[in-house]
């Protein structure tokens, strides 16, 4: 149960007991948004980052989420990546591999990881045209005022100093929106996290 909890119209704070608490609450809000967005929409679009997050997502690998979530309906992104091969210990993708992809039956073709075999500048331009693709045929919904991706979930650790998704404060990239995908400091990361255009951010400090 959370220790406190406040709505308003910026979000909402959840502050949960200890780590246990927070991988439960965390699998119950991801299994809830996961089967609201198959719902309404038939699929599940979920990009994830690095850091302790997929040590935190562990319950959802475990009953009653493992066999009650619909994994064949999700598609998975990551929200920022490190330029090293996929097989790296640095790797958010292998990170996810080992953690949570290797262990539920998601499809392998609706995992959509960075090219790890091209500079981290084509890798970004890549990954901007392959989710436009599927902005195209909807398996990612689309902004209401604009034709850019609306994410059903972005997960995002915080790092000590207030970074997520290698966007530190106060650093320029935070200031440019113009494209949704970069490469900066050898890491491909999203610019859209910074604007609001996915359905839910949750963030986990
Ligand atoms: O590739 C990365 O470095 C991560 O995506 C990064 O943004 C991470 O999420 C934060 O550093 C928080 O890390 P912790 O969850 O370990 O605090």
Redesign the pocket.
């Known amino acids: 149960m959370a220790l406190s909890e406040v709505n308003n119209d910026r979000g909402e704070l959840r502050i949960l007991e200890n780590l246990d608490e927070l991988r439960t609450d965390l699998a119950d809000y991801i299994a809830e948004l996961s089967e609201a967005a198959v719902k309404e929409r038939g699929v599940f679009a979920i990009a994830l980052?690095?850091?302790?997050?997929i040590d935190?997502m562990g319950k959802l690998c475990e009953a009653p989420y493992n066999k009650t979530v619909d994994w064949a309906k999700w598609y998975i992104f990551w929200?920022?990546?490190?330029v090293v091969a996929k097989n790296h210990s640095?790797s958010?993708y292998n990170l996810a591999k080992d953690g949570l992809l290797s262990k539920v039956p998601i499809v392998p073709s609706h995992i959509h990881s960075i090219n790890d075999s091209v500079s981290a500048e084509e890798a970004a331009d890549e990954y901007m045209f392959v989710i436009r693709q599927l902005v195209k045929t909807r398996m990612v919904s689309v902004s209401d005022i604009s034709d850019c991706p609306k994410f059903d979930l972005i997960l995002?650790?915080?790092?000590?100093d207030g970074?997520?998704?290698?966007?530190f404060p106060n650093h320029s990239a935070l200031n440019e929106t113009d494209e949704w995908v970069r490469a900066k400091q050898r890491?491909c990361i999203w610019q859209l996290i910074i604007s609001d255009l996915t359905a839910h951010h949750c963030l986990?400090?």
Request: charged share 20%; hydrophobic share 35%; proline share 4%.
């Open positions: 980052s690095g850091g302790s997050l935190l929200a920022d990546e490190r640095d958010n995002l650790g915080m790092g000590p970074h997520i998704a290698s966007l890491r986990l400090g």
